[in-house]
């Protein structure tokens, strides 16, 4: 031996490396199957979106029974009835590209259609509103400047119905439309309903005439009451509004209203009541007039008898208005 072979024996220890031990491809299997999975879903969605109501019946009888037993989906969609008990049409392969459009592209056909026929009479009744709503504001315009009846302004009202722009000329104690128990305008009266008929005359509507009186009984040998005194009332401001200048054809009904239609409800008997109504008429007010048929309108009862050229006689009830 030499000198430097001590005789001990040296165990040099290293570190033993760790092997990782092989996982296989179960991971791969479970990726693949979630990928799968969420592919089905978005697939599942898609078809939703963009199929009709009869496909997406299909679908849902199809995953609802997927066995070879027709099933019994509350909606049977028509065709023929796949393995499933659903249309075959909407899930074999390379059906999605023979659907056709979905809800997406009816919608964006239906906005290039053209509208229907409740849509178009919508549209022209708002049109129709705007319409009357601008003339009353200019016919407040014009009221207000205007020298002539500036006196009355007090005595015009004016406001929209359902029947149209109404225009309401009232009685005041001391400033009556017309003689007493009579049909005979006081020249006033008559300048009002001049003025007015250049304003009316301007706008396409027809016009619907009501007249009014109070609720005081009114006597005569003749059985003359207050619905033969409205009806005159009523047609003597029609032949104001022809002298100044109103057409002839404008006018579409001429009606007396007595006592029924009162102004003031909670005082009937008050000179407010007594008034001249004049109805510049919306288009459907204008077909009910020609059908003779009620208009809905508040505070204007449509009566059923219209052109009341002859007096309509009711029973007369002793006393005057």
Known sequence: MSEHDSGQLIVVRRPKRQKHGHHGGAWKVAYADFVTAMMAFFLVMWLIGVGTKQQRAAISEYFKNPSMTPGNAPMAPP???????????????????????????????????????????????????????????????????????????????????????RIQIVDKQNRPMFDTGSATLEPYTVAILHELAGFIAQAPNEVSISGHTDDAPYSSEHNYSNWELSADRANAARRALLDGGLVSDKIARVVGLAASVPFDKLNPSDPINRRISIIMMTKQAQDAAMSQEQADAPQVMTPSILNVSASVVKPSVPGAP
């Open 79 to 165: 065709g023929k009835m796949g393995p499933g008990g659903a249309s075959d049409s909407a899930i074999k392969l390379g059906g999605a590209m023979d659907m056709p459009h979905g809800p997406g592209k009816d919608r964006r056909a239906s906005r290039s259609a053209a509208p229907s026929q409740q849509e178009v009479e919508k549209l022209a009744r708002e049109q129709e509103k705007e319409r009357l709503e601008s003339l009353m504001q200019q016919m407040h315009a014009a009221i207000e400047k205007s020298q002539a009846l500036a006196p009355f302004k007090d005595q015009l009202l004016l406001d929209i119905t359902p029947e149209g722009l």
